[in-house]
Protein backbone atom coordinates (compact mmCIF):
# COMPACT_ATOMS: atom_id res chain seq x y z
CA UNK A 1 0.00 0.00 0.00
CA UNK A 2 1.49 3.28 -0.93
CA UNK A 3 2.31 5.44 2.02
CA UNK A 4 0.61 9.14 2.81
CA UNK A 5 2.41 12.07 3.21
CA UNK A 6 1.10 12.07 6.57
CA UNK A 7 2.80 8.33 7.48
CA UNK A 8 6.25 10.50 6.32
CA UNK A 9 5.51 13.83 8.32
CA UNK A 10 4.98 11.34 11.16
CA UNK A 11 8.38 9.58 10.98
CA UNK A 12 9.91 12.97 10.82
CA UNK A 13 7.94 13.82 13.87
CA UNK A 14 9.59 10.93 15.34
CA UNK A 15 12.99 12.08 14.70
CA UNK A 16 12.18 15.30 15.86
CA UNK A 17 10.87 13.55 19.65
CA UNK A 18 13.98 11.86 19.31
CA UNK A 19 16.25 14.77 19.01
CA UNK A 20 13.97 16.42 22.29
CA UNK A 21 14.69 13.07 24.41
CA UNK A 22 18.31 13.84 24.08
CA UNK A 23 18.01 17.28 25.12
CA UNK A 24 17.91 18.59 21.78
CA UNK A 25 15.86 21.14 20.26
CA UNK A 26 13.03 19.04 18.30
CA UNK A 27 12.66 19.33 15.09
CA UNK A 28 12.82 16.15 12.35
CA UNK A 29 13.32 15.14 8.87
CA UNK A 30 13.38 12.26 6.46
CA UNK A 31 13.95 11.71 2.37
CA UNK A 32 12.03 9.78 0.89
CA UNK A 33 13.36 7.85 -2.52
CA UNK A 34 10.86 6.13 -4.24
CA UNK A 35 8.29 5.81 -1.73
CA UNK A 36 10.99 4.43 0.68
CA UNK A 37 12.84 6.50 3.59
CA UNK A 38 16.48 6.37 2.63
CA UNK A 39 17.71 9.06 5.46
CA UNK A 40 16.80 10.42 8.70
CA UNK A 41 18.12 13.27 10.64
CA UNK A 42 16.92 15.78 13.54
CA UNK A 43 18.48 19.06 14.53
CA UNK A 44 21.86 18.51 16.64
CA UNK A 45 22.98 21.76 17.57
CA UNK A 46 22.98 20.97 21.49
CA UNK A 47 23.99 17.33 20.83
CA UNK A 48 27.03 18.07 18.77
CA UNK A 49 27.45 21.78 19.04
CA UNK A 50 26.40 22.21 15.71
CA UNK A 51 26.05 25.24 13.99
CA UNK A 52 25.02 23.69 10.64
CA UNK A 53 23.05 20.66 11.40
CA UNK A 54 19.51 21.34 11.12
CA UNK A 55 17.10 18.76 11.11
CA UNK A 56 17.28 19.06 6.81
CA UNK A 57 21.06 19.00 6.91
CA UNK A 58 21.16 16.11 9.35
CA UNK A 59 19.43 14.38 6.97
CA UNK A 60 21.12 15.10 3.76
CA UNK A 61 24.37 14.46 5.72
CA UNK A 62 22.89 10.94 6.87
CA UNK A 63 21.62 10.24 3.29
CA UNK A 64 25.39 10.28 2.02
CA UNK A 65 26.66 11.19 -1.41
CA UNK A 66 24.10 10.78 -3.83
CA UNK A 67 23.55 11.86 -7.41
CA UNK A 68 21.61 14.58 -9.05
CA UNK A 69 19.63 11.51 -10.99
CA UNK A 70 18.93 10.47 -7.00
CA UNK A 71 18.20 14.10 -5.41
CA UNK A 72 15.72 14.45 -8.27
CA UNK A 73 14.08 11.33 -6.96
CA UNK A 74 13.52 12.49 -3.47
CA UNK A 75 11.06 14.32 -1.30
CA UNK A 76 12.17 15.92 1.77
CA UNK A 77 9.99 16.15 5.08
CA UNK A 78 10.99 18.27 7.51
CA UNK A 79 8.52 19.16 10.61
CA UNK A 80 9.12 22.67 10.51
CA UNK A 81 9.53 25.35 7.50
CA UNK A 82 13.65 25.25 6.20
CA UNK A 83 15.12 27.72 7.32
CA UNK A 84 17.69 29.75 4.27
CA UNK A 85 20.32 27.13 5.42
CA UNK A 86 18.40 24.34 4.83
CA UNK A 87 16.51 25.82 1.42
CA UNK A 88 19.54 26.75 -0.45
CA UNK A 89 20.86 22.96 0.24
CA UNK A 90 17.41 22.03 -1.33
CA UNK A 91 18.23 24.11 -3.89
CA UNK A 92 21.48 23.23 -4.57
CA UNK A 93 20.93 19.42 -4.77
CA UNK A 94 16.91 20.24 -6.20
CA UNK A 95 14.96 18.05 -4.37
CA UNK A 96 11.89 18.41 -6.51
CA UNK A 97 9.48 18.33 -2.84
CA UNK A 98 9.52 19.42 0.24
CA UNK A 99 6.92 18.13 2.84
CA UNK A 100 6.63 20.70 5.95
CA UNK A 101 5.14 20.00 9.26
CA UNK A 102 4.14 23.40 9.91
CA UNK A 103 5.12 26.60 8.98
CA UNK A 104 3.23 29.04 12.39
CA UNK A 105 6.26 28.88 14.58
CA UNK A 106 9.04 29.81 12.15
CA UNK A 107 8.23 30.22 8.42
CA UNK A 108 11.59 30.13 6.10
CA UNK A 109 11.93 31.79 2.63
CA UNK A 110 9.44 29.61 1.05
CA UNK A 111 8.66 31.53 -1.32
CA UNK A 112 11.78 31.76 -3.01
CA UNK A 113 11.97 27.80 -2.36
CA UNK A 114 9.11 27.13 -4.49
CA UNK A 115 11.08 28.71 -7.56
CA UNK A 116 12.94 25.22 -7.14
CA UNK A 117 10.44 23.09 -5.36
CA UNK A 118 6.98 22.09 -5.06
CA UNK A 119 6.37 22.77 -1.19
CA UNK A 120 3.20 21.52 0.51
CA UNK A 121 2.32 22.36 4.23
CA UNK A 122 0.70 19.87 6.11
CA UNK A 123 0.12 21.52 8.77
CA UNK A 124 0.14 18.98 11.41
CA UNK A 125 -0.98 20.25 15.20
CA UNK A 126 1.06 17.58 16.44
CA UNK A 127 4.29 19.20 14.77
CA UNK A 128 3.06 22.86 15.41
CA UNK A 129 2.83 21.83 19.26
CA UNK A 130 5.91 20.15 20.26
CA UNK A 131 7.71 23.28 18.72
CA UNK A 132 5.88 25.90 20.46
CA UNK A 133 6.05 24.50 23.79
CA UNK A 134 9.48 24.35 23.01
CA UNK A 135 9.99 27.63 22.36
CA UNK A 136 8.35 28.64 25.23
CA UNK A 137 10.82 26.85 27.49
CA UNK A 138 13.67 27.85 25.51
CA UNK A 139 13.27 31.27 23.79
CA UNK A 140 16.99 31.76 23.87
CA UNK A 141 18.56 28.57 22.27
CA UNK A 142 15.71 28.87 19.91
CA UNK A 143 16.36 32.34 18.51
CA UNK A 144 20.33 30.96 18.47
CA UNK A 145 19.12 28.35 16.02
CA UNK A 146 17.52 30.70 13.65
CA UNK A 147 20.29 33.80 14.19
CA UNK A 148 18.30 36.14 16.29
CA UNK B 1 49.92 45.43 11.43
CA UNK B 2 46.09 45.60 10.51
CA UNK B 3 45.86 42.46 8.29
CA UNK B 4 44.38 42.80 4.66
CA UNK B 5 41.98 40.95 2.83
CA UNK B 6 44.47 39.63 0.89
CA UNK B 7 46.13 37.70 4.05
CA UNK B 8 42.83 36.79 4.98
CA UNK B 9 42.49 34.43 1.66
CA UNK B 10 45.65 33.38 1.39
CA UNK B 11 45.00 31.34 4.80
CA UNK B 12 42.06 30.42 2.90
CA UNK B 13 43.51 29.11 0.24
CA UNK B 14 45.83 26.91 2.86
CA UNK B 15 42.49 25.31 3.67
CA UNK B 16 42.16 24.32 -0.18
CA UNK B 17 45.49 22.82 -0.77
CA UNK B 18 45.21 20.83 2.45
CA UNK B 19 41.89 20.08 1.45
CA UNK B 20 43.62 18.82 -1.77
CA UNK B 21 46.38 17.12 -0.27
CA UNK B 22 43.96 15.03 1.70
CA UNK B 23 42.10 13.70 -1.49
CA UNK B 24 39.37 16.38 -1.57
CA UNK B 25 37.86 19.06 -3.13
CA UNK B 26 40.48 22.38 -3.06
CA UNK B 27 37.61 24.88 -1.62
CA UNK B 28 38.75 26.60 1.89
CA UNK B 29 37.59 29.19 3.82
CA UNK B 30 38.21 30.88 7.14
CA UNK B 31 35.93 32.78 9.63
CA UNK B 32 37.44 36.39 10.63
CA UNK B 33 36.23 37.92 14.06
CA UNK B 34 37.73 41.40 14.78
CA UNK B 35 40.83 40.95 12.54
CA UNK B 36 41.35 37.36 13.96
CA UNK B 37 41.04 33.94 12.54
CA UNK B 38 38.43 32.46 14.93
CA UNK B 39 37.56 29.27 12.39
CA UNK B 40 38.87 27.15 9.52
CA UNK B 41 37.34 25.12 6.80
CA UNK B 42 38.01 23.24 3.58
CA UNK B 43 35.70 21.50 1.65
CA UNK B 44 34.95 17.38 3.12
CA UNK B 45 32.57 15.83 0.56
CA UNK B 46 35.45 13.06 -0.09
CA UNK B 47 37.17 13.22 3.43
CA UNK B 48 33.93 12.44 5.39
CA UNK B 49 31.23 11.24 2.86
CA UNK B 50 29.72 14.65 2.85
CA UNK B 51 27.21 16.28 1.62
CA UNK B 52 26.68 19.41 3.62
CA UNK B 53 30.23 20.22 4.49
CA UNK B 54 31.37 22.26 1.71
CA UNK B 55 34.20 24.40 2.76
CA UNK B 56 31.80 27.10 4.66
CA UNK B 57 29.67 25.08 5.78
CA UNK B 58 32.75 23.41 7.35
CA UNK B 59 33.86 26.50 8.76
CA UNK B 60 30.96 27.59 10.66
CA UNK B 61 30.86 24.03 11.77
CA UNK B 62 34.10 24.35 13.69
CA UNK B 63 33.18 27.46 14.85
CA UNK B 64 30.45 25.88 17.12
CA UNK B 65 27.88 27.50 18.57
CA UNK B 66 27.92 31.62 17.63
CA UNK B 67 25.74 34.18 19.56
CA UNK B 68 24.06 36.13 16.72
CA UNK B 69 26.37 39.36 18.17
CA UNK B 70 29.55 37.54 17.40
CA UNK B 71 28.55 36.60 13.96
CA UNK B 72 27.50 40.20 13.79
CA UNK B 73 31.31 41.01 13.85
CA UNK B 74 32.43 38.29 11.64
CA UNK B 75 33.69 38.20 8.24
CA UNK B 76 33.51 34.47 6.11
CA UNK B 77 36.38 34.22 3.09
CA UNK B 78 35.98 31.43 0.79
CA UNK B 79 38.12 30.52 -2.02
CA UNK B 80 35.07 30.24 -4.00
CA UNK B 81 31.57 32.35 -4.44
CA UNK B 82 29.46 30.31 -2.33
CA UNK B 83 26.60 27.62 -3.74
CA UNK B 84 22.95 28.02 -2.09
CA UNK B 85 23.25 26.12 0.59
CA UNK B 86 26.69 28.03 2.10
CA UNK B 87 25.01 31.61 0.76
CA UNK B 88 21.94 30.64 2.85
CA UNK B 89 23.78 29.74 5.65
CA UNK B 90 25.60 33.05 5.72
CA UNK B 91 22.02 34.75 5.31
CA UNK B 92 20.18 32.60 8.29
CA UNK B 93 23.54 34.17 10.60
CA UNK B 94 23.42 37.47 9.31
CA UNK B 95 27.58 37.39 8.78
CA UNK B 96 27.59 40.99 7.45
CA UNK B 97 30.71 40.71 4.83
CA UNK B 98 31.85 37.73 2.52
CA UNK B 99 35.10 37.91 0.85
CA UNK B 100 35.58 35.30 -2.39
CA UNK B 101 38.67 34.31 -3.55
CA UNK B 102 37.27 34.02 -7.35
CA UNK B 103 33.91 33.18 -9.22
CA UNK B 104 34.75 32.21 -12.35
CA UNK B 105 34.51 28.82 -12.25
CA UNK B 106 31.23 28.86 -10.35
CA UNK B 107 29.17 31.56 -9.48
CA UNK B 108 27.04 31.43 -6.58
CA UNK B 109 23.91 33.10 -5.87
CA UNK B 110 25.69 36.47 -5.52
CA UNK B 111 23.02 38.99 -6.29
CA UNK B 112 20.71 37.41 -3.64
CA UNK B 113 23.63 36.78 -1.60
CA UNK B 114 24.44 40.98 -1.85
CA UNK B 115 20.88 41.89 0.05
CA UNK B 116 21.99 40.59 3.16
CA UNK B 117 25.72 40.63 3.01
CA UNK B 118 28.19 42.94 1.10
CA UNK B 119 30.16 40.69 -1.36
CA UNK B 120 34.09 41.68 -2.15
CA UNK B 121 35.25 39.69 -4.98
CA UNK B 122 38.64 39.65 -4.73
CA UNK B 123 39.75 37.81 -7.80
CA UNK B 124 43.12 36.15 -6.75
CA UNK B 125 44.35 34.23 -9.61
CA UNK B 126 46.08 31.48 -6.96
CA UNK B 127 42.54 30.51 -6.17
CA UNK B 128 41.08 30.15 -9.69
CA UNK B 129 43.91 28.49 -10.76
CA UNK B 130 43.51 25.96 -7.80
CA UNK B 131 39.88 25.08 -8.86
CA UNK B 132 40.39 25.39 -12.76
CA UNK B 133 42.89 22.79 -12.72
CA UNK B 134 40.81 20.22 -10.11
CA UNK B 135 37.66 20.60 -12.59
CA UNK B 136 39.55 19.66 -15.43
CA UNK B 137 41.15 16.57 -13.80
CA UNK B 138 37.53 15.77 -12.05
CA UNK B 139 34.98 16.70 -13.70
CA UNK B 140 32.17 14.33 -12.61
CA UNK B 141 33.65 14.75 -8.90
CA UNK B 142 33.27 18.73 -8.79
CA UNK B 143 29.63 18.61 -10.73
CA UNK B 144 28.21 16.58 -7.69
CA UNK B 145 29.85 18.87 -5.23
CA UNK B 146 26.96 21.86 -6.77
CA UNK B 147 24.47 19.31 -7.35
CA UNK B 148 24.73 18.42 -11.50
Redesign the interface.
Known amino acids: MKKTPEYFMKEALKEAVKGLKEGGIPIGAVLVKNGKIISRGHNR?IQK?????HAE?DC??N??????KE?SKCEIYSTLSP???????I????IPKVYIGENRNFKGPEKRLKKYAKVINLKMPQCQKLMSDFIKKNPKLW??D???
Open positions: RKSAVLMLEAGRLTSYCSMCSGAELYKNEIGL
